[in-house]
């Protein structure tokens, strides 16, 4: 299988290319190399694929990628929260009429597979559970109370505390910032594709992902990023709120595996479908935890916990991927803390505040898988 890989010179991409390639297929790579992105004065290297450098809103470069393509990993997208609405526009170009150009491409192409980065976003926060109302949503959280140092959502019916759970595919969305509504819009998008070409997409909604490759000092991959760079500067980690809010941190190897799996598994499906499946290791831990991990692997210095906050973070959102393993038979084989102990050791991609894959530049964001 020949697959066109979008974004493919970057963190996760380059991971993605990787697995296929060790799975015995073919990938072409379609990457803006934007200097932001890949410092240097020369691309970087590939291994096992044909490097298309364009823009996935250029359709003539888009076009010229697709050919003799099998199937399509789009993984290209801006990523974080951006420093405030005015690079909404940013994200809609680069994230949805990317994807809308990509789409458009590939039905004039007729290529009809597609495995389309996702994220976890999209839900905005986790499931939650109150003792009194069951499952119930919480609001976004107030700045008076963050202020206050009140971190934990409570029950909108009754005030009271939450125990939160594992989210499922079938909650509902609700995405809480510009970039969250863009992953949601690139589902829609991918929906209306498949219903109009009879395409067979399948969205992997990334949590944390973690590992060797990350770029440095960069919101690009979230906290692992903060954390892992503070700590290859001597510097202690800061860790934010009050370090209980919990996460599902992945390795980016088993979401390499995952976009594999579902590329083989996306051609049987019956023409005109959309599946999102959720993409974490199945083991929450806080983001207190991981710091921690990562220091202690590392040789310090140990986490400080800063109680800073920031407007539009969830407190917690955590994944049910048992529709991922139970239908495509995917297992994560990276555990937390060989994860960790191995991403406290790995290189960083040297870079700045700007990290894009096939996109444009980004201003300073926030947590984003």
């Avoid at 140092?149 to 510009?178: K, M, Y």
């Avoid at 084989?333 to 960083?348: K, Q, T, Y």
Wanted: hydrophobic residues 45%; aromatic residues 6%; proline residues 7%.
């Amino acid at each position: 299988m020949r697959v066109l890989v979008t974004g493919g010179a970057g963190f996760i991409g380059s991971h993605v290319v990787a697995a296929l390639t060790a799975a015995g297929h073919e990938s072409v790579v379609l990457d803006a190399l934007l200097p932001s992105a890949h410092p240097g004065a020369t691309a970087p290297e590939v291994p096992g694929a044909r490097l298309v450098v364009g823009d996935v809103r250029d359709r003539e470069a888009v076009a010229g990628a697709l050919a003799g393509v099998d199937a399509v990993c789009h993984q290209a997208a801006m990523v974080g929260l951006g420093k405030d609405f005015a690079d909404a526009p940013l994200y809609v170009g680069c994230n949805d009429l990317g994807t809308a150009v990509l789409l458009a491409e590939m039905a004039a192409a007729g290529v009809r597979d597609l495995v389309l980065a996702g994220s976890m976003v999209v839900y905005g926060e986790g499931r939650y559970d109150c003792p009194r109302h069951g499952t119930v949503r919480p609001g976004p959280r107030a700045e008076a109370g963050l202020r206050a140092g009140s971190f934990e959502p409570h029950c909108p019916d009754c005030g009271a505390e939450l125990v939160p759970g594992l989210v499922s595919e079938d909650a509902p969305a609700d995405p809480r910032n510009v970039y969250a509504a863009t992953k949601l819009a690139q589902e829609h998008l991918a929906a209306a594709w498949a219903r109009a070409t009879g395409g067979r997409a399948v969205s992997l909604r990334y949590h944390n992902v973690y590992g060797p490759g990350m770029p440095r000092d960069t919101p690009y991959a979230g906290v692992a990023s903060f954390f892992r760079s503070a700590l290859a500067r001597g510097e202690a980690p800061r860790v934010y709120e009050d370090g209980r809010q919990r996460r599902d941190f992945v390795h980016v190897r088993d979401v390499a595996a995952a976009d594999v799996v579902a590329l083989e598994a996306v051609r049987e499906r019956r023409p005109a479908s959309f599946t999102a499946y959720n993409t974490g290791s199945g083991e929450p831990h806080t983001i207190g935890e991981m710091a921690t991990a990562l220091a202690a692997a590392h040789g310090g210095p140990e986490p400080v916990v800063t109680g800073e906050y920031r407007l539009g973070d969830v407190r917690h959102v955590t994944a049910d991927s048992r529709r991922l393993r139970e239908e495509l038979g995917w297992r994560p084989g990276v555990g937390f803390a060989e994860g960790m102990a191995e991403f406290a050791r790995a290189g960083l991609r040297g870079a700045g505040a700007a990290q894009v894959e096939g996109a444009a530049p980004q201003p300073v964001g926030a947590e984003a898988p």
